[in-house]
């Protein structure tokens, strides 16, 4: 399996814009689609993004169409998570995950994942 670390997370006000940026190692970064899903206190681990492992196709929450894009890097091994016009209601733990099929990933049944990077979003 594939080891995933995120970073890039913080504390940031409403309508301010991060990057998250999760590294990949110890697989073939471009056989996988990679993914972000996010957990809020008290709330069940959401999906948020997801792209295959071509780049071709892309998915995204309704509740972030328009505000979050992602991206892969194949040189960096490296998948980013780019947040504009950030909501208190984005506050969550961030996780990266990967899975050989896009489908699997966006289900929340990769096996990959990462520790998760905290975002804060202040009114």
């Known amino acids: 399996q594939v080891q995933l670390v995120e970073s890039g997370g913080g504390l940031v006000q409403a309508g301010d814009s991060l990057r998250l940026s999760c590294a990949a190692s110890?697989?073939?970064?471009?056989?996988?689609?990679m993914g972000w899903f996010r957990q809020a206190p008290g709330k069940e681990r959401e999906f948020v993004a997801a792209m295959s492992w071509s780049g071709g196709a892309t998915s995204y929450a309704d509740s972030v169409k328009g505000r979050f894009t992602i991206s892969r890097d194949a040189a960096k091994n490296t998948v980013y998570l780019q947040m504009h016009s950030l909501k208190p209601e984005d506050t969550a733990l961030y996780y990266c995950?990967?899975?050989?099929?896009?489908?699997?990933?966006?289900?929340?049944?990769?096996?990959?994942w990462g520790q998760g990077t905290q975002v804060t979003v202040s009114s």
């Open positions: 995950t990967a899975s050989p099929i896009l489908k699997t990933l966006v289900a929340g049944a990769s096996g990959s």
């Open positions: 110890g697989g073939t970064f471009s056989s996988y689609a």
